[in-house]
């Protein structure tokens, strides 16, 4: 058998996404994560933010 199948070709890493007003952890993604156009509201400075990924 072969065992490379479903081996990641790189590590999954996890990181916060910040809001970039007050700085506050608003959600988790992963180093394979790409999104545009998705919109969270920070609940600490009630400002709407465009996740950039
Ligand atoms: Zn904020």
Redesign the pocket.
């Known amino acids: 058998m072969i065992g490379d199948f479903q081996l990641p070709r790189f590590p999954m890493v996890k990181k916060w996404y ?7 952890n ?1 959600l988790i993604y992963d180093n394979t994560a790409k999104c545009c156009g998705i919109y969270i509201r ?6 709407t ?1 465009e996740v950039r990924i």
């Open positions: 910040t809001c970039p007003h007050c700085g506050k608003l920070c609940r600490q400075c009630k400002r933010v």
